[in-house]
T-cell receptor, first 111, second 117 residues
Framework: RKEVEQDPGPFNVPEGATVAFNCTYSNSASQSFFWYRQDCRKEPKLLMSVYSSGNEDGRFTAQLNRASQYISLLIRDSKLSDSATYLCVVNGGAAGNKLTFGGGTRVLVKP | GAVVSQHPSWVICKSGTSVKIECRSLDFQATTMFWYRQFPKQSLMLMATSNEGSKATYEQGVEKDKFLINHASLTLSTLTVTSAHPEDSSFYIC?????????????FGEGSWLTVV
């Protein structure tokens, strides 16, 4: 089983709609969680950290469920510019203090 | 602007030659940098952890004699792909930990596309 798993998608989303997807992690000792965004042929960029109580940044909401070992990302009012691959990243646990990346979830927002 | 700069962005080399990729932290010192490789439609895979002033720590399955890492200063780490072959063609990307408003944050370089022909 992979340490960090994501649905690869693609999620085809009409512009203005809401989309949500999860990421599961295998090691309960994992300490920090992040969502990164990666555009085609570019480096990943930090979208947001994920806090235990859940957090929101504009149209983006992240949740952490430690009991079920998953994190989620919800995008409201999707924009065409939200089209990207969203990487779930976990720090700690089996990998120590190193980042472990999920395979990414591809989101395509269409007019 | 870029917090971590990587160079070159694109490189094409002949099979059997060596290629050096540089990763620089701008405006901050990074005692530790990380090197990743990403094949098309796959996730980033950690290759090695680069430690300033000491030997790099390689992940299982990564050949240390093929992927030479040098971290000679607090702002520069280099990855040299020796005797490159077409199967080494990939997106290589580095990262470094720096301090932001949110605390310690991982910053990525822009990545280097290597094509071995």
């Amino acid at each position: 089983r992979k340490e960090v798993e994501q649905d690869p998608g693609p999620f085809n989303v009409p512009e203005g709609a809401t989309v949500a997807f999860n990421c599961t992690y295998s090691n309960s000792a994992s300490q920090s969680f992040f969502w990164y965004r990666q555009d085609c042929r570019k480096e990943p960029k930090l979208l947001m950290s994920v806090y235990s109580s859940g957090n929101e940044d504009g149209r983006f909401t992240a949740q952490l469920n430690r009991a079920s070992q998953y994190i989620s990302l919800l995008i409201r009012d999707s924009k065409l510019s939200d089209s990207a691959t969203y990487l779930c990243v976990v720090n700690g646990g089996a990998a120590g203090n190193k980042l472990t990346f999920g395979g990414g979830t591809r989101v395509l927002v269409k007019p | 602007g870029a917090v971590v700069s990587q160079h070159p962005s694109w490189v094409i080399c002949k099979s059997g030659t060596s290629v050096k990729i540089e990763c620089r932290s701008l405006d901050f010192q990074a005692t530790t940098m990380f090197w990743y490789r990403q094949f098309p439609k796959q996730s980033l895979m950690l290759m090695a952890t680069s430690n300033e002033g000491s030997k790099a720590t390689y992940e299982q399955g990564v050949e240390k004699d093929k992927f030479l890492i040098n971290h000679a200063s607090l702002t520069l780490s280099t990855l040299t792909v020796t005797s490159a072959h077409p199967e080494d063609s990939s997106f290589y990307i580095c990262s470094a930990e720096g301090l932001s408003r949110s605390g310690n944050t991982i910053y990525f370089g822009e990545g280097s596309w290597l094509t071995v022909v």
